[in-house]
């Protein structure tokens, strides 16, 4: 038997009408690209959201398309966000730190058909948007006096237009922002969807529905979690791109069997848990087909600003330059990001372990990993330490550049 009381269908852009209703003078707070701070109330940025939802329509944008966002913290992107998901559209967050090749690759996969970027995006959106023929417009999120110039707009091959040109002609629609209410869709169509880091593979599109996305902000905001009131000033400091946590997908593959270990020799605690299950310390992706594939360690997976890197992928691609007998990856402490990963190198027989190796491995690096994943520094060992199975003490790497920092112009 169902419940007989009234349903109010969960959407995201219900958060924002509840800021601009509740909490009119409530103050946003950012910087732009352009460099100013930009501060208004919740009413401004509800107003615009509005014009932006408005404008988006009037390039075609329907319920259900894809409208792709490429841009930093800002005001204007934060409206985008909810100006996409109020037409009815799926807003999908590019990562600008991933490398042209993979952008490419995410936006011709989510058939992205509206693209919305920072002004400082167009040299990447140079080498993105040949391989994306979805795309039918660009809008790039600045006033008309920080417009790029119109030869390199024309490069890009589509209609490119100034964000706030597009919100002034929106307002002098009939109505205006105040006459215009959101689409509604089924608060389980999706709204937002996200890339996995693609360190298993090619990345993968996760999509969020309205009520998912209303939820989680909702529990967020228990006593239990992060109790934030009205009264509080909160510091958004994740980048928007990674606004549904969604970062390196991975499963770590547990056994158990009569062939499995239960306790290791001499050891006061058992190595398998109340069920029976052993950890075998791997990381693993599971394919369609069923097939699983150990991609790395837990233990020499890198955190470093929060973007989750792959040590296996580094060592492989390393390993592909002429020149590298062994290469093997670890992160070192580094003040800023935590930490990073450090390349170890063991050069082939007859090559110098100069810097013109060096050099040459991390420029490739460069052109097959996104910017945050290419080490920072190289070195040269003489050969890399093995345990008795043959495989490569990363344990004994760590101790032995536990010291080592990058140097200044190797840094990102």
């Not at 909490?23 to 707070?29: F, S, W």
Request: some cysteine; hydrophobic content about 40%.
């Amino acid at each position: 038997m169902r419940g007989l009381m009234q349903e109010t269908p969960l959407n995201v852009c219900q958060i924002l009408d509840h800021a601009a209703k509740w909490h009119p003078e409530q103050l946003v707070v950012s910087r732009s690209v352009e460099g100013p701070t930009v501060s208004y109330t919740y009413v401004e940025l509800h107003r615009r959201a509005k014009l932006c939802a408005m404008a988006l329509g009037q390039l075609g944008v329907r319920p259900g398309s894809f409208v792709a966002t490429l841009a930093w913290n800002t005001s204007r992107h934060m409206e985008a966000w909810y100006g996409i998901m109020g037409c009815g559209a799926v807003c999908h967050t590019l990562n600008p730190r991933l490398s042209p090749k993979d952008l490419t690759y995410i936006a011709h996969d989510a058939q992205d058909e509206v693209l919305l970027a920072d002004a400082t995006m167009v040299p990447i959106l140079e080498k993105v948007l040949p391989g994306v023929p979805s795309v039918r417009h660009v809008v790039l999120l600045t006033d008309r006096l920080h417009m790029p110039p119109p030869a390199s707009l024309a490069a890009l091959g589509v209609p490119v237009h100034c964000y706030e040109e597009l919100l002034g002609a929106a307002a002098g629609l009939p109505g205006g922002a105040e006459g215009f209410s959101w689409v509604q869709v089924d608060e389980n169509d999706a709204c937002g969807m996200c890339y996995t880091s693609g360190t298993t593979g090619n990345p993968k599109g996760v999509l969020y529905s309205h009520r998912s996305n209303y939820l989680h902000a909702l529990l967020l905001l228990q006593a239990d979690s992060l109790p934030l009131s009205a009264a509080d000033c909160c510091l958004a400091v994740v980048p928007m791109f990674h606004a549904n946590s969604w970062g390196l997908v991975f499963a770590a593959p547990m056994v158990r069997g009569p062939a499995t270990v239960a306790r290791y020799f001499k050891a006061h605690k058992p190595a398998i848990d109340g069920e029976g299950w052993f950890p075998t310390g791997d990381v693993a992706s599971i394919d369609q087909w069923g097939y699983m594939q150990i991609t790395d360690r837990s233990k020499d997976v890198i955190k470093s600003g929060g973007e989750w890197i792959s040590s296996i992928e580094i060592e492989n691609l390393a390993m592909g330059y002429p020149g590298v007998a062994e290469a093997a990856v670890v992160a070192v402490p580094d003040d800023r990001w935590g930490e990073r990963p450090l390349l170890v190198l063991v050069p082939r027989p007859g090559v110098e372990p100069g810097a013109e190796l060096r050099d040459g491995v991390l420029s490739y690096l460069a052109t097959k990993l996104a910017k945050f994943a290419v080490p920072d520094d190289a070195v040269f060992v003489p050969q890399l330490p093995h345990n008795a199975t043959g495989k490569v003490s990363k344990l004994t790497l760590r101790d032995m550049f536990r010291s080592h920092r990058a140097p200044p112009r190797a840094k990102l």
